[in-house]
């Protein structure tokens, strides 16, 4: 069995803690509570590799994405080998958190392997008002490609496109 660490960045309340609760119990919360410090969870997600199976471990780190935590993050970022950057779709100011986060990661992480992946969440609110939206899918999408970043807009409610994020992660880091 393979197994990566794994840690979400993001600004507070963007949905980090309930991208991991879908992925790690399928499971939703609306009134979720704010992250204090961060959690620890794992999961796995199966590969095939011709006619195996190959089983991946992710050992999360969901941290807290209030600013007066901001000082813990590098502890749970740099040992990673993959990151999920989160933002929210409804908030134009969680995607330049996001940007930041990106950068960070590519100036202080040493792995040139470092898998991150650009997750835009709460897609499922533009479902019934597509006025909620306020961050452009394509920007975010042509941001990631031009970062060399892997990018997907998933909704943590419905679990559209949550096990996708890691399972292609899982991937790319077997490939490695
Ligand atoms: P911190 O721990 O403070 O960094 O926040 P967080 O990023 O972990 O956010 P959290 O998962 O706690 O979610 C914040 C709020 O957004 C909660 O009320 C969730 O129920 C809600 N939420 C999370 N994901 C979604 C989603 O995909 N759709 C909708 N509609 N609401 C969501
Ligand atoms: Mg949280």
């Given at each position: 069995m393979l197994q990566f660490k794994l840690v979400l960045l993001g600004?507070?309340?963007?949905g980090k803690s309930s991208i991991v609760n879908r992925f790690v119990k399928d499971s939703f919360d609306e009134f979720r509570e704010s992250t204090i410090g961060a959690a620890f969870l794992s999961q796995t997600v199966t590969i095939k590799d011709d006619d195996q199976d190959v089983t991946v471990k992710f050992e999360i780190w969901d941290t807290a994405?209030?600013?007066?935590?901001?000082?813990?993050?590098p502890m749970y970022y740099r040992n990673s080998n993959a990151a999920l950057v989160v933002y929210d779709?409804?908030?134009?100011d969680s995607l330049e958190k996001a940007q930041s986060w990106v950068h960070e990661l590519k100036n202080k992480v040493?792995?040139?392997?470092?898998v991150i992946y650009l997750v835009g969440n709460?897609?499922?609110?533009?479902?019934?008002?597509?006025?909620?939206?306020?961050?452009d899918r394509d920007v975010a999408e042509k941001y990631a490609q031009e970062n060399g970043l892997l990018f997907n807009e998933v909704s943590a409610k419905t679990g559209e496109g949550i096990q996708q994020i890691f399972q292609t992660i899982g991937e790319n880091l077997y490939e490695v």
């Open positions: 600004d507070s309340s963007v994405g209030q600013e007066r935590y901001k000082s813990l993050a779709i409804t908030q134009a040493d792995d040139n392997n470092l709460k897609v499922d609110l533009t479902k019934d008002d597509e006025e909620k939206r306020v961050v």
